[in-house]
């Protein structure tokens, strides 16, 4: 009797173990997780790696491509615009030749992408663009919601106002009762309304889909003002028909620090980029520029040596070679010959550094270490 229920007991338990294990197995099969081989899986993208739904990576798609794609703007003199040869021109085009100097080889293996204010999000998100440098404004909801990571900021600017030289207009509390004109798919449509809400004065704001439309209205008397970032307005202000008629308003109603700007979950990619930019500051510091970086080849400050690819091996980190930054400064310049070339002293703009000067002369532009 004893054996037969320890039988019994033993028949039960088997029953029960192979049960859970077909329960099991089950569990597995509709969650996906038995193998590893999920299709949906597998197509998402891989943040370590950096690999994108297609299981390409951005440097090597742009590698492959022989070009850099560059989403930019052609409106924009200074900073990006189509010049007389019909080539462009400025100092956001310059930092994507930079990347194409350091990955490619040649500063010159760069296509630009003219983008409004408005689609230049997507055109990143969906990979129509490498890269976006077209003085974006660096906030958190960009670098969040958009699944979009910016790198090192290129230009600290901040918003102003543009009114004409005649209007009797001297200060944002003049512009109660104004018309305002602003570009659409801006930081500037809400640091507008946060500002004026805040000083409780009244206006009308008008929208427009691009700079452009923007600029001809206002010369044109439709709206009494336009606000945009600092630097564009000084730089728009040299295409009106007499720039002396203008006015930009001393205030200054945010912050807007301008840098290039990645797709999120391709940390390769964005490492490169932060580096390039990283560069172009390390070699202003070090002294170092387009016209002396040969001599300094053989330089035995080994922080030069590192900077140029002599030895260390970081450019092999990043996955391009490792002189990227000899290339970058050789090809492109540091950046005090970037800014000078575009918004400096010899130019129609003639912009002070300021807050972008190097950390040494009392500015904020600063280069970790290269190491």
């Known amino acids: 009797m004893v054996k037969q229920k320890k039988s019994l007991s033993i028949f039960l338990a088997s029953i029960m173990l192979l049960f859970g294990l077909l329960l099991a197995g089950c569990s597995d099969e509709e969650t996906g997780t038995d193998d590893g081989n999920n299709t949906e899986d597998n197509e998402s993208t891989n ?214 700007d990645v797709r999120e979950g391709d940390d390769q990619w964005f490492d490169i980029v932060q580096w390039v930019t990283f560069a172009t500051m390390e070699g202003e510091e070090l002294g170092i520029n387009s016209e002396n970086v040969d001599d300094f080849l053989d330089s035995e400050d080994p922080v030069v040596r590192r900077l140029l690819g002599v030895e260390g091996g970081l450019g092999t980190m990043l996955g391009i070679p490792d002189d990227f930054a000899y290339q970058v400064i050789k090809q492109v310049g540091n950046y005090e010959e970037i800014f000078n070339r575009h918004l400096g002293p010899d130019t129609i703009f003639g912009l002070e550094r300021g807050v972008n000067e190097l950390w040494t002369n009392g500015g904020v532009l600063y280069s970790p270490p290269f190491r």
Do not use: C
């Open 47 to 260: 943040d370590s790696t950096g690999e994108t739904d297609s299981g390409t990576s951005t440097l090597a798609t742009v590698t492959d491509r022989g070009t850099l794609i560059l989403g930019g703007n052609n409106q924009l003199p200074g900073f990006g615009y189509v010049n007389e040869d019909g080539e462009y021109e400025g100092f956001d085009i310059d930092f994507g030749k930079a990347i194409a100097a350091a990955v490619l080889g040649d500063a010159e293996a760069l296509e630009v992408r003219p983008l409004s204010a408005d689609e230049r999000f997507t055109a990143l998100q969906t990979g129509e663009v490498d890269v976006l440098i077209r003085n974006t404004t660096w906030t958190t909801t960009r670098d969040t919601d958009l699944g979009t990571n910016f790198g090192p900021t290129t230009f600290y600017d901040g918003q102003g106002i543009m009114v004409r030289a005649d209007s009797g207009i001297e200060t944002v509390q003049d512009l109660a009762g104004a018309t305002i004109g602003v570009e659409t798919g801006t930081t500037t449509e809400l640091n507008l309304a946060d500002q004026f809400r805040k000083l409780g004065i009244e206006y009308t704001q008008q929208v427009f889909d691009d700079a452009d439309s923007l600029v001809a209205a206002y010369e044109a008397g439709s709206v009494d003002a336009w606000t945009t970032d600092k630097s564009g307005l000084a730089s728009r202000k040299t295409t009106l028909s007499d720039p002396s008629a203008h006015k930009i308003l001393t205030e200054t109603l945010s912050k807007e620090p301008l840098g290039p």
